[in-house]
């Protein structure tokens, strides 16, 4: 495939991506650029942040107002959820997942990273790799974000220095090395960058003439799709059964729509497929996108399938293709992020929802946790798990779930934990081979 | 780098296809949900989300209007026949019913009545049963929204706390309640205003009529335009000029369309859907400060209201 050809087939697609670092890194400052200088900032919203910039004695506007948090969060001092931010640049539309860096934050972290294809992570040049740079590198992984920036900032304070630049860049590889940060294909890139004057993010800049790579967004605009650089089985959790029998219409008297959207993999009429959990297998009639009728289906895309034979399937069931049939499971080893400040019970029966499907779930064995700054095993002592924890559990479930590792699939391969009593999602959980 | 599938959603067909994923979502979770449903453009992107998630089918929930009383009668006529097209059941509660039950009290007659549909919303919320609203409510539109859920949780006040937000992974949602409680949920969270208009052309949506450039009496209060002499379906006349205000007649539209008091128009001359993307691409002020005289009062005056139960 030619490059042409792999440009036009990122064009008006969109992209997700999380930035990882804390205020002091510049991250806002960043985010502020590049909203700034793709002009998403409108008159009004500049106005509103230049007058809060002179109210508090700085000399020009502070971009990182643009991202300042809720009341209640500001009257505390402290960041407290994730924040989702916009911008196009005509070739492509963002959605930019802000999450708080500190590392009592994992949480937030985490549930950012769940929707990233991409993370930059923000390394100050003057302070080189920290432990939250490791601890942020470690979470991109364990969520599988297949993209990784290291953006390298405050380059004004140091010179703008290549051989600094490419000291942290050897450091930063060091350790990327110990924790394989480069299996399943994950790319790292470097960009040294200065968010508060604006270089190597949007435009180039004249300060580091030797620094003949990308620019942060041209990195951004080039990524390849969600998706689309590996080969997925069909997955298509059935969110909703369409059966308008009672219509006026009599064409419409034995119509069966099985709702839902393609997680991964494709689809054509025609093509073979099994349902699960009940493994019956069938051929698809047609696909269906409100009144259009599709020949084929691709990843992400909502549809309605409707198939050759009259099979009971209901919500949580699962369409696949007989060519690719995941084991239907009763118990599944899994990473677990504990969300809740209520800690993990192993005497408690919890909720699993996975795709459209729950099944209620025991705690077994906790193998080990997981410090995240040293992304080392430690023992699970008293079985226990709290909030920002992130450990290796067994679960023993009461319904089947037809699951894929999370380094396969993304999608089939994640659940949430659900505690029944307050309803609150309480944990995260990614299928481990 | 190799690319193995080369067909990828365009980004409108992406945020289309994750809204029908939400609005099946709530469709196979809740047990009694409604979609609210104004005769505003969002909503309107909603009607058509609805229409590719469950046709053949009929919706799943019945469409409620929380009406102030003080809508433009374009809207409502265009929200009445929006509905009877679909053959989808409308519900209509209003703010002076409320005003009349002695829930809603004015501070003045001519107070603006956007606040006071959070007490009539709470109310219909009891009366029905709905354990969860569909509303159009975007993240792009104020910075109180940009960390709110998809699936947010109210508690039986109507409150929004928070810090009291469940996690959202994935898109894995957890629309679970108890009795009493309430789940809203906005499918289109990820879209921005320029996706709207964007979405509306593609689909070639209908939209009340003062969407579009049209010539209307206004006066200019507090840099505000502040259109005037206004009847309501009721036959009563609103938004009278002040003592020693120049009525202006101005070729205006409506960026957002809600309560008469306290919506303003911009000026414009683009009379079609095409001509308001090329605008919407080139404004320089936001939708709500543009448009909204009930957001400029503080900076945290919306994540106020949402606190109390405003959608």
Redesign the interface.
Same mark, same amino acid.
């Given at each position: 495939?030619s490059r042409q050809?792999?440009s036009l087939?990122?064009n008006?697609? =969109?992209l997700r991506f999380m930035t990882c670092g804390s205020v002091d890194d510049g991250k806002s400052t960043l985010i502020g650029r590049l909203l700034y200088d793709t002009k998403t900032i409108?008159?009004?919203?500049l106005t509103?942040i230049e007058r809060t910039s002179q109210k508090r004695g700085m000399e020009s506007v502070d971009l990182s107002l643009l991202t300042?948090?809720?009341?209640?969060?500001r009257e505390q001092g402290i960041t407290?959820?994730?924040?989702?931010?916009?911008f196009?640049t005509g070739t492509?539309?963002y959605?930019i997942a802000d999450a708080p860096g500190h590392e009592q934050y994992t949480?937030?972290m985490?549930?950012a990273a769940?929707?990233a294809h991409l993370a930059i992570i923000l390394i100050d040049a003057r302070k080189g790799v920290l432990t939250q740079t490791r601890r942020h590198s470690y979470l991109a992984q364990l969520v599988g974000i297949p993209h990784i920036v290291v953006a390298i900032n405050k380059m004004d304070l140091v010179d703008y220095s290549q051989a600094e630049f490419e000291r942290i860049r050897t450091s930063y590889l060091e350790f990327a090395e110990q924790i394989g940060l480069q299996r399943n294909g994950r790319?790292i890139s470097f960009v040294p960058m200065s968010a508060l004057n604006g270089d190597m993010i949007v435009d180039r800049g004249d300060v580091m003439p030797w620094y003949e790579g990308p620019t942060i967004l041209e990195l951004l605009e080039s990524v !390849? !799709?969600a998706? $689309?650089?590996?080969?997925e089985s069909f997955r298509f959790p059935v969110?909703?059964v369409?059966?308008?029998h009672a219509?006026d219409?009599h064409e =419409?008297h034995d119509?069966r729509?099985f709702?839902?959207?393609v997680e991964s993999g494709?689809i054509a009429t025609g093509d073979a497929v099994t349902v699960l959990p009940s493994g019956i297998t069938s051929r698809v009639k047609a696909i269906q =996108?409100?009144?259009t009728v599709l020949e084929h289906a691709?990843?992400?895309?909502?549809i309605t399938l409707l198939l050759e034979d009259e099979i009971d399937i209901s919500?949580g069931d699962m369409i696949v293709k007989s060519d690719s049939v995941p084991e239907p499971v009763k118990q599944l080893n899994a990473m677990v992020c504990w969300?809740s400040e209520t800690p993990l019970s192993s005497a408690r029966t919890y909720i699993i929802?996975?795709?459209?499907r729950e099944s209620k779930a025991k705690v077994g064995n906790i193998a080990y946790k997981i410090d995240v700054n040293t992304t080392t095993q430690l023992p699970a002592e008293g079985g226990g798990l709290n909030m920002n924890d992130i450990a290796s559990i067994t679960f023993k479930l009461a319904q089947p779930l037809m699951i894929d590792p999370y380094e396969l699939n993304?999608?089939t391969g $994640?659940?949430?934990i659900?505690d029944e009593t307050t309803?609150?999602?309480v944990g995260?959980g990614m299928v481990q081979a | 780098?190799?690319?193995?599938?080369?067909?990828?959603?365009?980004?409108?067909?992406? =945020?289309?296809?994750?809204a029908?994923?939400i609005l099946?979502?709530v469709?196979?979770q809740c047990s009694n949900p409604v979609l609210l449903f104004s005769g505003g453009k969002d909503s309107l992107c909603i009607l058509r989300l609805a229409?590719?998630?469950?046709?053949?089918?009929?919706f !799943?929930f019945p469409l409620m209007h929380i009406d102030t009383g003080h809508n433009y009668q374009e809207v409502i006529n265009f929200r009445d026949q929006r509905a009877a097209e679909l053959g989808e059941r409308l519900i209509v509660r209003s703010v002076e019913d409320s005003i009349k039950r002695g829930s809603v009290v004015l501070k003045s007659p001519d107070e603006p009545r956007n606040k006071h549909q959070s007490v009539t919303l709470l109310e219909a919320i009891e009366e029905f049963g709905f354990d969860c609203c569909i509303g159009g409510a975007r993240?792009?539109e104020e910075?109180?929204r940009?960390?709110e859920r998809i699936m947010s949780f109210r508690d039986e006040f109507g409150q929004w706390d928070?810090?009291n937000?469940?996690?959202?992974?994935?898109?894995?949602y957890?629309a679970?309640?108890?009795k009493g409680e309430n789940i809203r949920a906005f499918p289109i $969270?990820?879209w921005?205003e320029?996706?709207v208009w964007q979405y509306i052309e593609r689909e070639q949506l209908g939209l009340p009529s003062i969407y579009f450039a049209h010539n209307r009496d206004i006066v200019m209060r507090n840099d505000a335009i502040v259109p005037v002499n206004i009847p309501l379906v009721s036959g009563e006349i609103i938004n009278q000029p002040k003592a020693g205000e120049d009525i202006i007649n101005m070729q205006v539209r409506f960026r957002t369309v809600g309560d008469i008091t306290c919506t303003a128009p911009v000026p414009s001359d683009a009379d079609s859907v095409n001509k308001i993307v090329l605008e919407t691409a080139t404004?320089?002020?936001?939708e709500r400060?543009?448009t909204r005289l009930d957001d400029q009062t503080s900076?945290?005056s919306m994540?106020?209201r949402k606190k109390e139960g405003y959608f």
């Open positions: 495939m050809e792999n087939a990122h008006d697609s =969109l409108l008159t009004d919203t509103q300042d948090g809720l009341q209640a969060e407290i959820d994730v924040a989702y931010r916009y196009s492509r539309k959605i949480r937030n985490v549930t769940s929707t790319d !390849p !799709p998706h $689309s650089e590996r080969n969110q909703f369409c059966r308008p219509s219409d =419409l119509f729509g709702m839902g959207r494709e =996108l409100g009144n691709i990843t992400e895309q909502s919500r969300l929802r996975h795709t459209a993304r999608a $994640s659940f949430i659900i309803n609150n999602t995260a | 780098m190799t690319t193995l599938n080369q067909q990828t959603l365009s980004h409108l067909d992406w =945020l289309e296809a994750e029908i994923h099946r979502e469709a196979g229409e590719k998630a469950f046709r053949p089918g009929r !799943p993240r792009d910075k109180a940009a960390k928070p810090k937000q469940r996690p959202e992974l994935w898109n894995l957890n679970r309640s108890h $969270s990820n921005t320029m996706d404004t320089t002020i936001t400060g543009a900076d945290a994540e106020q």
